[in-house]
Structure formats: structure tokens, C-alpha cells
């Protein structure tokens, strides 16, 4: 029985594209894992603080020689570390907020990102502890920020998400983009845009 821990990062609920696209995802892996578990974590219904020196304290402490007060500390970390172990895959909703992601995602990542649980320095060179996790990342831009346009040096959200994703193990990753949202608020007809990014995620969730 395989599990599937779906996140969402956009504010705009109904109005969202990134949401609507992770939530066919979420329809067609489901029809093809009858049996399958899937995790919804929404980061904006998500309290999250920022990282502090307390916290930081608390992570290289070894878990052993913690106090009640640093394991509290690490509580909703360790919740959302809980969901990404049980899950074997992953579908993320990103919406671009000034060229990067959204503060509710970087929140989410400073709290997954930890010493000894998703990475590691034990041999002096990093290692990702997240393996064999393959994962969806369904992104959403008001503008278009395709290879060789003028703005593509403006996208922030692909290259950081590869990154930190892949120091933390996810080697097997697909980025799916649905760019020009923008075109919406300009009267673009929102069935005919989300027409060929629906096929692209259906048929892409049949394959993982
Ligand atoms: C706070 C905010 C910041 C945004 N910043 C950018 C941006 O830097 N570049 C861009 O192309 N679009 C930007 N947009 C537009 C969104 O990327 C676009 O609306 C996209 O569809 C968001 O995904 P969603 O529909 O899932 O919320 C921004 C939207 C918001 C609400």
C-alpha cells in the first residue's frame, strides 16, 4: 500500500492554480492506488514559526540528552518529518511569490531541513536522508519564465527547489510549470488555460 503526502502552499484556495493542479493529481493517483493513504498538509492552515537560536540548539542536541523544553521546541518538526517518512512520494503546490517560493513553504523547509533526520555530515560530505521519495513539484507563475526567455534568470522557485531538495535526498524529482497565470486577471478563459496543464499532471500521475 503505497502513500502519498500532498502539499499545498497557495493562499488563493478556490482562485488557485497550483492547487486545482496538485488536487487532479491527488484525484488520478488515487484512482490508480485504491488502497493508497494520502497525507493532506495545506502550509497556509499550517502554524509554523521561524526558526530560532533555541531551535537550532535543539536540533544539534542529540535526541537522548534533549530536555522536555527543546523536544517541544522540535514538536511540529517533528510532525511534518513524520509525514514525510511515511509517505513513499510527494506532490507540492508552489505558487511564485516574488520570484521565489512562498513564505509558508521556506517556513515548512527550515522545519524539514534537520541535522541527523534529513541530512547528514557524518562522512564530512553532505548526504540527503530523503531517498527513493519520488516527487512532483507543480508550480504556478503569473509571468513565463521558460529557458532562453528575458525573464528566465527571474525564477528562483525551480533552481532552489532542485536544490535543496536534492541535498536532502529527492534526486527524483519532476517540475511541472503552469506559467502566464497572469493571463487570468486579463480575461483568458480559466478552463481553456488549465486544459493542457491538467493533461500534462493526469498523465504524469499515471506514471508514478
Ligand atoms: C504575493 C504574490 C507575489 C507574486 N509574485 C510573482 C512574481 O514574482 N512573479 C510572477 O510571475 N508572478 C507572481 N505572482 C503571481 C502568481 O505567481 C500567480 O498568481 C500564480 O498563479 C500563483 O499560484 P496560485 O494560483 O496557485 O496561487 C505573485 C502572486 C502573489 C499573490
Given at each position: 500500500?503505497?502513500?502519498?503526502?500532498?502539499?499545498?502552499?497557495?493562499?488563493?484556495?478556490?482562485?488557485?492554480?497550483?492547487?486545482?493542479?496538485?488536487?487532479?493529481?491527488?484525484?488520478?493517483?488515487?484512482?490508480?492506488?485504491?488502497?493508497?493513504?494520502?497525507?493532506?498538509?495545506?502550509?497556509?492552515?499550517?502554524?509554523i514559526a521561524?526558526?530560532?537560536?533555541?531551535?537550532?540548539?535543539?536540533?544539534?542536541?542529540?535526541?537522548?540528552?534533549?530536555?522536555?523544553?527543546?523536544?517541544?521546541?522540535?514538536?511540529?518538526?517533528?510532525?511534518?518529518?513524520?509525514?514525510?517518512?511515511?509517505?513513499?512520494?510527494?506532490?507540492?503546490?508552489?505558487?511564485?511569490?516574488?520570484?521565489?517560493?512562498?513564505?509558508?513553504?521556506?517556513?515548512?523547509?527550515?522545519?524539514?531541513?534537520?541535522?541527523?533526520?534529513?541530512?547528514?555530515?557524518?562522512?564530512?560530505?553532505?548526504?540527503?536522508?530523503l531517498t527513493?521519495?519520488?516527487?512532483?513539484?507543480?508550480?504556478?507563475?503569473?509571468?513565463?519564465?521558460?529557458?532562453?526567455?528575458?525573464?528566465?534568470?527571474?525564477?528562483?522557485?525551480?533552481?532552489?527547489?532542485?536544490?535543496?531538495?536534492?541535498?536532502l535526498g529527492?534526486?527524483?524529482?519532476?517540475?511541472?510549470?503552469?506559467?502566464?497565470?497572469?493571463?487570468?486577471?486579463?480575461?483568458?478563459?480559466?478552463?481553456?488555460?488549465?486544459?493542457?496543464?491538467?493533461?500534462?499532471?493526469?498523465?504524469?500521475?499515471?506514471?508514478?
Open positions: 500500500m503505497s502513500t502519498l503526502l500532498h502539499i499545498d502552499s497557495s493562499p488563493l484556495y478556490g482562485r488557485s492554480v497550483s492547487r486545482q493542479l496538485t488536487g487532479a493529481f491527488v484525484d488520478q493517483w488515487k484512482s490508480l492506488h485504491l488502497d493508497g493513504t494520502v497525507i493532506d498538509r495545506d502550509l497556509n492552515a499550517t502554524a521561524p526558526i530560532t537560536a533555541e531551535w537550532v540548539g535543539a536540533a544539534y542536541t542529540p535526541e537522548e540528552a534533549r530536555t522536555p523544553q527543546q523536544k517541544g521546541l522540535l514538536a511540529v518538526s517533528d510532525v511534518l518529518l513524520t509525514e514525510l517518512d511515511r509517505a513513499d512520494e510527494y506532490v507540492i503546490g508552489v505558487p511564485m511569490h516574488n520570484f521565489g517560493v512562498p513564505s509558508v513553504l521556506k517556513l515548512w523547509i527550515d522545519q524539514i531541513a534537520r541535522v541527523g533526520r534529513t541530512f547528514t555530515y557524518g562522512s564530512g560530505i553532505p548526504k540527503g536522508l527513493g521519495k519520488k516527487t512532483t513539484f507543480i508550480i504556478a507563475t503569473g509571468g513565463i519564465y521558460d529557458a532562453q526567455t528575458r525573464m528566465s534568470s527571474f525564477n528562483f522557485v525551480e533552481p532552489y527547489l532542485r536544490s535543496v531538495f536534492g541535498f529527492v534526486t527524483d524529482a519532476t517540475f511541472l510549470t503552469a506559467g502566464g497565470t497572469a493571463a487570468l486577471n486579463q480575461g483568458l478563459d480559466r478552463d481553456a488555460f488549465l486544459a493542457p496543464h491538467l493533461q500534462v499532471v493526469q498523465s504524469h500521475a499515471q506514471t508514478v
